[in-house]
């Protein structure tokens, strides 16, 4: 292993990347060094990649990019127990101190020390290696592909937002606003969990078509926005429209037990706490824009639960794995395009326009690590 093989796809600034040679990590004695086989890439990287910024997380200095990963491990600290070299992993992209209250508690992802990757200042994973505490590099079942390893990290998020904060049981009513790969994921994770209804709501029709085949039992297209309506009247209108179409009810076995947005639009959101049921929940898994008009009348009268869902917490990526290597989530379909390390670029590109120059539309990319064969599972 030479020290400066690491080849890295680096954010300079807006718009502004390239692949540079950066030394290979040296690794505690209780973490690992991961050769990085595959990496998807996340709307938060394109963020970072087109705005150099999300929410309060600036890119001030050159980052790498990337967080959902999958690799082997090439080398391993003298107190590494739980894998060892030559192990294929999925990669929990997240560090956290382990001695604040959240990390005591059980809720990691709120350390005010986290460390995750391409989360600025932190580097991301599109490098040749990367550096991971032991207990984050999950191993992967021999039926589950590296391409698949990289999934965990949506899937985690899905499971994070649906089975530990929704706390979805078996025979509940779902309802997932936005049809990227998260609200995909979670619609799956739902299924997976027994709901007895899972609807999908988006504005493309074909993304509800793929909903459709994947986990959703039902769809729902909103109407187009009528003109001069505000987004308060046209949510109203929405909701309203939802009920009647998909019949559904306040209470009852027609109610919806849980509400996801995975859009982060502001009228998904809206509508979301107009459709719940009367003490129901709602979670919020999308990036929305940090202040939009909710109606707090309707969060009182129906005793909402009202969540926000933060990435992932203890036991997420374990069950996400479990569910893919079971069978009870499937996410390969969800892959839609595969581009080399060379071409990292172009997969932002693609990425960002929503759709390949040969008019495909993209659900989720996949980059191979430097040298990886885009066909190697």
């Known amino acids: 292993m030479h020290m400066s093989d690491n080849p890295s796809f680096v954010l300079k600034g807006i718009l502004?990347?390239?692949?540079?040679e950066k030394p290979v990590p040296e690794i505690d004695v209780d973490e690992v060094l991961v050769e990085v086989k595959k990496n998807g890439i996340c709307g938060s990287d394109v963020h970072f990649f087109v705005h150099g910024r999300v929410g309060n997380f600036v890119v001030e200095k050159p980052m790498v990019l990337g967080h959902e990963a999958a690799g082997v491990v090439s080398k391993v600290g003298s107190r590494v127990t739980n894998v060892k070299v030559g192990d294929r992993v999925a990669m929990e992209p997240a560090a956290t101190c382990r001695k604040c209250e959240a990390c005591k508690e059980g809720r990691y992802q709120l350390c005010p020390d986290i460390a995750c990757a391409a989360t600025p200042p932190t580097d991301g994973t599109l490098a040749r290696y990367y550096r991971l505490p032991s207990d984050l590099a999950h191993p992967l079942p021999?039926?589950?592909?590296?391409?698949?390893?990289?999934m965990m990290e949506p899937l985690s998020v899905?499971?994070?937002?649906v089975s530990k904060l929704g706390a979805l049981q078996s025979n509940q009513s779902v309802a997932v606003f936005g049809c990227g790969p998260v609200g995909l994921l979670c619609m799956a994770v739902a299924k997976a969990l027994g709901a007895s209804r899972v609807?999908?709501?988006?504005?493309?029709?074909?993304?509800?078509?793929?909903?459709?085949?994947?986990?959703?039992?039902?769809?729902f297209l909103p109407p187009p926005m009528e003109k001069d309506e505000?987004?308060?009247?046209?949510?109203?209108?929405?909701?309203?429209?939802?009920?009647?179409?998909?019949g559904i009810a306040e209470r009852g076995p027609r109610a919806i037990d849980l509400v996801l947005d995975a859009?982060?639009?502001e009228v998904a959101i809206q509508t979301g706490i107009q459709i719940a049921k009367s003490g129901g929940t709602f979670?919020?898994?999308g990036i929305s824009n940090s202040y939009i008009a909710i109606d707090m009348f309707v969060v009182i009268c129906k005793e909402l639960i009202l969540k926000g869902s933060l990435r992932y917490g203890p036991g997420d990526y374990p069950l996400a794995i479990a569910l893919a290597?079971?069978?009870?989530?499937?996410v390969k379909p969800l892959v839609s395009h595969r581009f080399p390390f060379t071409q990292a670029r172009e997969a932002f590109e693609t990425t960002r326009n929503g759709k390949s120059p040969d008019g495909k539309g993209v659900i989720k990319v996949i980059i191979s690590g430097p040298d990886i064969d885009i066909n190697e599972a």
């Open 325 to 330: 290597a079971s069978g009870k989530v499937d």
């Open 230 to 246: 505000s987004r308060v009247a046209f949510s109203m209108r929405n909701a309203q429209t939802m009920k009647e179409n998909l």
């Open 142 to 150: 021999p039926n589950l592909s590296l391409e698949d390893g990289a």
């Open 283 to 285: 979670v919020q898994a």
């Open 199 to 219: 609807i999908a709501v988006d504005i493309v029709p074909d993304r509800l078509e793929f909903a459709r085949s994947y986990a959703a039992t039902d769809v």
């Open 158 to 161: 899905a499971v994070h937002a």
């Open 16 to 20: 502004d990347v390239e692949i540079q």
């Open 263 to 265: 859009s982060g639009a």
